[in-house]
C-alpha cells in the first residue's frame, strides 16, 4: 500500500544552521511529491513539488528537496534556519496524479535562537 | 491569489446533531477535498471533488458525505456527529487534474468539537 513516513516528531536546529527534515515514501510507478507548511492555526501552505526532471527542486522561504529514487527519499532542507522557519511540516505523495494526496504524520520543526 | 474560505473557525456541536462545514474557492478550481487532521496521523483524504456534481470516497468517508453544488462551493457533512469525529478539518481546492500538475491549496481549517 502506498504511503509516506517522516520518522522524525521534532527536529530541534539553532537559528544559522543547516535543516533537514526527512521523508520517505512507498509507492508504486512514479510519484509526485510534495512538502507543505503549516504555521499554528492557520491551514497549509505550499512550499514546493517535484513532479519530474532535476532531482533538486526549489521553493518558497528557501526551502530546497532532494528526490532520491533509489532511497525513496524527499527530504526537505534548508542552509540556514531561521526562527521563523518553526512550524509544523507536511511531506505528501500523489500516486498517477489522481489529487488524492497521501500525508506523512508531520514533523515539528523548532528553531532556537 | 487562490483563496480558500472555511465557514468557520471553531464550532462546538453535540453528539447526533447534523453537522455541515462549508468551503469556498474564488478561483473556478475544478477540483475540491476535505480532509481530516489528528495530531500524529497527519492529514487524510475524506471525501474529494473532480468537478461539479461529481463526488468519489476518500480514504476514510464513513460518517461523512458532502455536496458539490456549485463549483465554488464544497459542504462536508456529518450526519450524526460523534465524538471521535473531534477534529481539525481542511478543505482544499486545485484548478484540475492532468498536467503540467496542480497543487492544492488549503483553506484555514475548522476545529470541530463533539461533545
Known amino acids: 500500500a502506498q504511503s509516506v513516513a517522516q520518522p522524525e516528531d521534532q527536529v530541534n536546529v539553532a537559528e544559522g544552521n543547516p535543516l533537514t527534515v526527512k521523508c520517505t515514501y512507498s509507492?508504486?510507478?512514479?510519484?509526485?511529491l510534495f512538502w507543505y507548511v503549516q504555521y499554528p492555526n492557520r491551514g497549509l501552505q505550499f512550499l514546493l513539488k517535484y513532479i519530474t526532471g532535476d532531482n533538486l527542486v526549489k521553493g518558497s522561504y528557501g526551502f530546497e528537496a532532494e528526490f532520491n529514487k533509489s532511497q525513496t527519499s524527499f527530504h526537505l532542507k534548508k542552509p540556514s534556519a531561521l526562527v521563523s522557519d518553526s512550524a509544523l511540516y507536511f511531506c505528501a505523495v500523489d500516486w498517477g496524479n489522481t489529487g488524492k494526496l497521501i500525508f506523512g504524520q508531520g514533523t515539528t520543526l523548532q528553531v532556537k535562537p | 491569489d487562490v483563496k480558500v474560505t472555511q465557514s468557520s473557525r471553531y464550532l462546538v456541536k453535540r453528539t447526533g446533531e447534523k453537522v455541515f462545514l462549508e468551503c469556498v474557492q474564488d478561483?473556478?478550481?475544478?477540483?475540491m477535498f476535505w480532509y481530516r487532521q489528528d495530531p500524529g496521523l497527519g492529514l487524510r483524504l475524506i471525501y474529494f471533488s473532480y468537478d461539479v456534481k461529481m463526488k468519489e470516497k476518500g480514504d476514510i468517508p464513513e460518517g461523512y458525505s458532502v455536496s458539490r453544488e456549485k463549483k465554488e462551493r464544497f459542504s462536508l457533512i456529518l450526519e450524526s456527529a460523534s465524538t471521535n469525529q473531534t477534529s481539525m478539518y481542511l478543505c482544499?481546492?486545485?484548478?484540475?487534474?492532468?498536467?503540467?500538475?496542480?497543487?492544492?491549496?488549503f483553506g484555514p481549517g475548522t476545529r470541530l468539537t463533539v461533545l
Open positions: 482544499a481546492s486545485r484548478l484540475r487534474t492532468g498536467l503540467p500538475y496542480n497543487e492544492q491549496f
Open positions: 478561483m473556478d478550481h475544478e477540483n
Open positions: 509507492v508504486s510507478g512514479n510519484p509526485y
